[in-house]
C-alpha cells in the first residue's frame, strides 16, 4: 500500500482539525519511513524478486520491527503518548495512534502473507490484493481518492501556496506511485532503501501546505 497511506493521513484532519498535516503523513507513514533505515542499518531484510506478486517485486524477508502487528502498536503507543504529553490534545494523540497502526491494517490488505503477527512470531498474514494488478488500482486510487475530497471539504485554501503545493503533492504521489509499480524494478534493495528515504520530504511538505490552508467551519444548525 502506498496511496491508501497518505489518503488515511489527508482525512485525519476532519477527524482532529488542529493537527498539521505534516504530522499525519509522518505518523500514517511511520512504518515506512523507518523501514529504508532499518534496511541499511541491516536490522531488516527484502530481496528483490520481480514475479513474487503481480504488482509488487518485493519479498519483505524480515521486517518485524517496523511492519509486525506487535511493532505497529508499539510504534502506535510510543507517538500517541509522546504527542499527548507534549501537547495535552487527547484526540489528537488518538487519531495519530490510529493513523500509525492503520499502516499495518492497509498493508495486510495488499500484501502476500508476510507480515508477522510480532517479531517472535512465525505466523505471517497478508490477504495478497497485490497479485491483481487492476484490483491493487481500483483500491489505492480510490482509498487516495476519498482521502483527497475529505481534506478539501475540511480545509481551504488561504493563497495561491496552499492550493497549488496542495495538488503538487497529490500529482506527485500519484506519479510515483504508478512509476513504481509500472516501472523497473531497483537493483537492489540498498538501493530501495536510499530511494525510500525520499519519503520523509513529504513530512515538511505537509506541514508547508497546513501553513497555508485554514480549516472550514462547520456550518451552524
Do not use: C
Request: proline share 7%; hydrophobic share 55%; glycine share 10%.
Amino acid at each position: 500500500m502506498f496511496l491508501g497511506h497518505y489518503a488515511v493521513a489527508m482525512a485525519g484532519k476532519k477527524a482532529a482539525p488542529s493537527l498539521s498535516l505534516g504530522t499525519l503523513l509522518l505518523s500514517a507513514q511511520l512504518a515506512d519511513l523507518l523501514w529504508p533505515v532499518f534496511l541499511l542499518l541491516g536490522l531488516e531484510r527484502v530481496s528483490i524478486e520481480p514475479g513474487i506478486t503481480a504488482f509488487s517485486p518485493f519479498n519483505f524477508t524480515y521486517y518485524p520491527l517496523t511492519h509486525s502487528m506487535v511493532g505497529a502498536l508499539g510504534w502506535s503507543l510510543l507517538v500517541g503518548v509522546i504527542y499527548f504529553l507534549a501537547r495535552r490534545y487527547a484526540r489528537g494523540a488518538w487519531i495519530l495512534a490510529a493513523a500509525v497502526f492503520s499502516h499495518w491494517v492497509l498493508d495486510l490488505i495488499v500484501h502476500r502473507p508476510d507480515l508477522q503477527l510480532a517479531p517472535w512470531s512465525a505466523i505471517r498474514v497478508g490477504l495478497g490484493l497485490w497479485n491483481s494488478i487492476p484490483a491493487t488500482l481500483v483500491v489505492e486510487f480510490g482509498l487516495f481518492g476519498l482521502g483527497v475530497a475529505i481534506y478539501l471539504q475540511t480545509t481551504t485554501a488561504k493563497d495561491a501556496v496552499g492550493r497549488y503545493a496542495f495538488w503538487a503533492l497529490v500529482a506527485t504521489l500519484a506519479i510515483i506511485y504508478v512509476s513504481s509499480g509500472f516501472g523497473p524494478p531497483p537493483p537492489n534493495a540498498q538501493t530501495l532503501a536510499v530511494v525510500g528515504l525520499g519519503g520523509w520530504l513529504f513530512v515538511p511538505w505537509g506541514y508547508w501546505i497546513d501553513r497555508h490552508r485554514d480549516v472550514l467551519s462547520p456550518p451552524r444548525s
